[in-house]
């Protein structure tokens, strides 16, 4: 487990939008390290509850220790278990619901869990340690028509046929094990570097087919439509286009069903103040809804 500060992002925004009141039910589906939830239990007055949910073990024990408090409960699930999740403890309508789709940098600086570029650790992006699927399937099992669509499709990876058609051929000689030879394979292929490593939008796909993040990020709003209560807000803080054209459509197409009121015509994105102090924030960008 690794020690790290943790940084709401657009936490001011947030807050403005959920408008945590005092005995109001509100679920931070992607607790995380807890910061957010940190603050929202702020408003929520003696009889409020919070519903933490985390599909890694590991965050969830971080943010124990930073919310102790009887008002809070937390659960170990993926965005597809919410409403089992809720119902289970009785709770069939909610005044809040908040997704920060981001990962966790723990897991990103947390080597041994195989999610950054720079480990030399076996390749593995599980957020659920429990699971069997890991990178490391996906890299050296998939066939090469396989990997190509997923890194065109979740990496948006323009080079996507080369970068396939070099792993085959590199894992034909010897298993691809680490994160660094894996990134090593992509920086080869691309020969420069810019701002952004060249491996990053390669990991991202893999992250994404590893936890199945899109469909899972469709479950979790479909559920959050069913457990919010009339004026219930939606909160979702995406990272990169694929997360937020999901978000989009969804805000507006149930808005043209009139389930639904857009908060945000357009994504709010972080001040300049916010990404000088927090630069992991910089691609953040969140929509928001109200049930109606």
Request: positive net charge; aromatic residues 6%; hydrophobic residues 35%.
């Amino acid at each position: 487990m690794v020690d790290i500060v943790h940084i709401p992002v657009l936490l001011k925004e947030v807050l403005e939008i959920l408008d945590p009141k005092p005995g109001g039910v509100y679920v931070d589906a992607t607790i995380g390290l807890g910061g957010h939830s940190e603050n929202i239990v702020k408003f929520i007055g003696s009889g409020g509850r919070l519903i933490g949910i985390d599909r890694d073990d590991e965050s969830l024990k971080m943010a124990e220790k930073r919310l102790s408090d009887r008002r809070v409960r937390l659960k170990m699930g993926k965005f597809s278990d919410i409403e089992s999740l809720l119902n289970s403890d009785g709770i069939h309508e909610v005044d809040g619901i908040l997704f920060d789709l981001g990962v966790s940098m723990a897991q990103f600086k947390d080597y041994e869990r195989g999610f950054s570029f720079f480990s030399d650790k076996r390749l593995d992006m599980r957020m659920d340690k429990k699971q069997t699927l890991s990178a490391w399937n996906v890299v050296n099992r998939y066939p090469e028509k396989e990997i190509e669509r997923i890194l065109r499709e979740f990496g948006e990876e323009w080079l996507s046929r080369k970068i396939s058609r070099e792993v085959i051929r590199r894992r034909s000689e010897k298993t691809i094990d680490t994160c660094a030879e894996l990134s090593a394979i992509v920086e080869g292929i691309y020969r420069r570097r810019g701002a952004l490593h060249p491996a990053t939008k390669t990991f991202q796909a893999l992250r994404i087919e590893v936890n199945k993040e899109l469909n899972e990020l469709r479950s979790g709003l479909d559920a959050s439509l069913r457990l919010l209560k009339k004026g219930g807000r939606l909160c979702v803080i995406s990272y990169h286009s694929l997360e937020d054209r999901i978000v989009k459509h969804f805000i507006a197409d149930n808005s043209k069903k009139g389930l639904c009121r857009v908060i945000t015509k357009k994504p709010i994105t972080p001040s300049p103040e916010e990404i000088r102090s927090n630069p992991s924030s910089r691609s953040a960008k969140l929509r928001a809804a109200e049930r109606i």
